[in-house]
């Protein structure tokens, strides 16, 4: 039954659309019967041509300007990426309902278009709204960059015509580039991937119907937090050069080696070591450097516990890096 119900409906709307521009035919055929007589008698000079035939261009131009102001504005609150032949027509195909009494069912129409496209109702009509919104703050702006360049006009302006244009042709920038940003809609669980290797960082992947999203992240330079009276002065110790303490500071190749150093103060061996050494002293069962692993691999469990309550990635946490495979082994 429902596609014999769908099919229906999609014949309702197209008798619509052609009850609709039928009746906007008559409605011009009876406006130029009215004023026929006037037209008759009308004997065009050249310059009226060219300014007939300027204002025609300009109509034109303004229709394609408000059709791509309409998929603009209907992609950037739609989920889905739109079709943007259908939406532009769906705008351009609509216009001819203005021309019936009350300028409203162009609207209806091009809801009624868009909606065949399966969007839905809400953000067909939240972008309706939006546009109508667009129109005179389009105006305000043209007459702004229109103004400085109007003579007398000029000259009483608080800013210099220049930099009023500058400033109103900034705001269409940034106006343009806000309604084409929008946070990207989530398909599924979050992913952590956390990068211990010659520094330290994370990556959270969100998967969006656009691809992966990987927003930017300097986690390792964020301040150790640490759950141990030896840690605690471990995180003394190697927030000493920079003031404080980070992450990295302790889960990084250079950091192997600041706990490696902190654990020959505390025995009061001054000798230090490579990253890559000490990992061979500790599988060769040195004392020294098999403590230095066991705190490294204490305090990524600690780090990694915490980034797992903020980031929430149901969908797993991913160790990478070299440090990361030497501390597994």
């Known amino acids: 039954m429902e596609p ?22 008559l409605y011009l055929g009876k406006e130029l019967y009215q004023q026929w007589g006037g037209i ?39 989920d889905a990426t739109l079709p943007r032949g259908p939406v532009f027509l769906s705008h351009t195909r609509s216009q001819i309902a203005k021309y019936l009494p009350g300028n ?29 919104a667009s129109l005179p703050t389009a105006a305000v702006l043209a007459v702004g960059v229109a103004v ?62 656009q691809g992966h999203l990987v927003p930017p992240s300097e986690s390792g330079h964020v301040t150790l937090s640490t759950r141990s009276g030896e840690h605690d002065r471990l995180s003394d110790f190697v927030g000493q050069k920079h003031g404080f303490p980070s992450v990295e500071d302790v889960l990084s190749g250079r950091g192997i080696e600041n706990v490696y150093r ?18 061979t002293a500790c599988a060769d069962g040195d004392p020294r450097a098999r403590k230095t692993v066991q705190s490294c691999v204490e305090i990524l469990g600690n780090v ?5 309550l903020i980031q929430l990635p149901y969908n797993g946490i991913f160790l990478v890096g070299g440090v990361a495979r030497a501390l597994s082994a």
């Open 104 to 132: 409203v069912l162009h609207v209806v129409g091009r809801h009624l278009y868009v909606k065949k496209l399966g969007v839905p109702h809400g953000v067909v009509a939240r972008a309706a709204v939006l546009e109508l």
């Open 148 to 209: 400085p360049f109007a003579g007398g006009i000029a000259g009483q302006l608080p800013l210099p015509p220049s930099l009023l244009t500058l400033l109103v042709l900034l705001m269409m920038l940034v106006g343009s580039m806000l309604l084409r940003w929008r946070l990207p809609a989530l398909t599924g669980p979050a992913s952590l991937v956390i990068g211990v290797g010659t520094g330290f960082n994370i990556a959270p992947v969100f998967d969006t119907p």
């Open 4 to 25: 014999a119900q769908t099919s229906t409906s999609q014949r309702l709307v197209r008798r619509i659309g052609q009850a609709i521009a039928i009746l906007a035919l």
């Open 304 to 308: 990694a516990g915490n980034l797992a």
């Open 40 to 78: 008759q008698s009308w004997r065009p000079t050249a310059q009226q041509v060219i300014a007939v035939a300027a204002a025609a261009l300009c109509y034109g131009v303004a229709q394609v300007l408000l059709a791509q102001n309409w998929v603009t504005i209907l992609q950037a609150l739609s």
């Open 262 to 279: 902190f654990w020959g103060q505390e025995a009061g061996d001054p000798t230090s070591m490579s990253a890559q050494d000490i990992m």
